[in-house]
């Protein structure tokens, strides 16, 4: 008879990396029950804005896990602060949250990082491979130690163990993970009855899971958000994948905006529509979705009012463009003049007043 092994997590792991200035910077990361505390937490002495910032690159990062487990806490920390414009600790942190989870195991004790991304959410690793390399050869500690760098070059000449790489799924041989984010955006109007009105995006990536071992809400990153914002965009999302009946357990989800400054919860019609084009349950419209509406039960399925209909109307139909698709709460119907609709249908829009999601 055979036993399944059963792999022996650290309870600590740290990535080192070269600063500009010469000085090593270490991130430590720990990892401990979770107990109903945030599934990543990020403290650097000084730097609370550090600290955000490196929480939101280690849940982006974490997008294309296939395997889904939130029972742990992993809390990170930096034993020195870079300096602002710094940007290579960026894969030290994702790699000392992936070494303490076990999804990265790897062959030297020491670990050498350098890099960053844009689109950590898919995976992608850039940075300067020769410079990282220059830097690493003065640091003789280094030349022992497995040194990954981001951006495409071969090995690093002057370090015996290196590893570059454009995507973290080279970390374990496998394709860019990337191919397998779907991404949609849809707009909603920004009203605040300033030069600064304009429609704003919401962008849903969406990446396969395995399997969830937590709640729906917990597979969803939400970038640039206060905490509060960050929630009730969690909720939304979770309340009408219920409705859909096949969205549950099966994705992990990044969130973005393209202004994350805004009140108010009229984006989320918007956003519900962009998931439910990331995960293909609508169809593609020839412009973009643009979508105004609220609901106090997405698990319904129900699409609420909201308010400033008549400047929402106005900006929509000055910035709708051939192809559009306007999607506006069934409660505006009877308020909106059929000689609006043929305006919109003249710039080569459409306009549908919906009381549900999925009857569009």
Same mark, same amino acid.
């Given at each position: 008879m055979s036993c399944a092994t059963t792999v022996k997590l650290p309870a600590n792991a740290e990535c080192r990396c070269v600063l500009a200035d010469g000085r090593v910077l270490t991130v430590i990361a720990s990892r401990r029950p979770r107990a109903n505390r945030a599934e990543v937490k990020c403290a650097v002495a000084g730097a609370p804005a550090l600290s955000e910032r490196m929480?939101?690159?280690?849940?982006?990062?974490?997008?294309?896990?296939?395997r889904f487990d939130s029972r742990d806490q992993v809390v990170l920390s930096m034993d020195i602060a870079p300096a602002e414009e710094e940007r290579g600790w960026e894969l030290a942190a994702v790699l000392a949250d992936r070494m303490v989870r076990g999804a990265w195991q790897p062959a030297c004790p020491l670990v050498?990082?350098?890099?960053?991304?844009?689109?950590?959410?898919?995976?992608?690793?850039?940075? @300067?491979?020769?410079?990282? $390399?220059?830097?690493?050869?003065?640091?003789?500690?280094?030349?022992?130690?497995?040194? &990954?760098?981001? +951006?495409?070059?071969?090995?690093?000449?002057?370090?015996?163990?290196?590893?570059?790489?454009?995507?973290?799924?080279?970390l374990t041989g496998h394709t860019d993970p990337s191919a397998a984010v779907s991404s949609a955006r849809a707009w909603f109007p920004l009203h605040s009855g300033g030069l600064n009105d304009n429609l704003s995006w919401v962008e849903v990536s969406v990446y396969p899971?395995?399997?969830?071992?937590?709640?729906?809400?917990d597979t969803i990153a939400v970038s640039g958000l206060g905490l509060t914002a960050q929630l009730a965009v969690r @909720?939304?999302?979770?309340? $009408?994948?219920?409705?859909?009946?096949?969205?549950?357990?099966?994705?992990?989800?990044? &969130?973005?905006? +393209?202004?994350?400054?805004f009140q108010g919860s009229s984006y989320e019609l918007a956003l519900v529509m962009a998931d439910r084009l990331a995960r293909g349950r609508e169809f593609v419209p020839r412009g973009r979705i643009i979508a105004s509406g609220c609901s106090s039960a997405w698990h319904a399925g129900r699409v609420d009012t909201v308010e400033g209909r008549e400047a929402k109307l106005e900006l929509i139909l000055k910035q709708a463009v051939q192809g559009d698709r306007v999607l506006l709460p069934r409660d505006w119907q009877n308020d909106i003049d059929p000689v609006y609709a043929g305006a919109l249908r003249a710039r080569g829009a459409s306009l549908a007043c919906i009381e549900r999601i999925g009857m569009i």
């Open positions: 929480q939101e690159i280690v849940r982006l990062a974490r997008h294309t896990e296939s050498y990082a350098y890099g960053w991304s844009d689109n950590w959410q898919c995976a992608s690793v850039a940075g @300067q491979p020769g410079l990282a $390399a220059a830097r690493l050869q003065a640091q003789p500690a280094a030349m022992a130690a497995l040194a &990954v760098l981001g +951006g495409d070059a071969t090995a690093a000449p002057g370090l015996p163990n290196s590893l570059s790489l454009t995507h973290l799924g080279a899971v395995e399997h969830s071992d937590g709640d729906e809400e @909720q939304a999302l979770a309340g $009408a994948r219920y409705f859909d009946g096949r969205g549950l357990g099966r994705w992990r989800t990044v &969130v973005r905006f +393209g202004q994350p400054r």
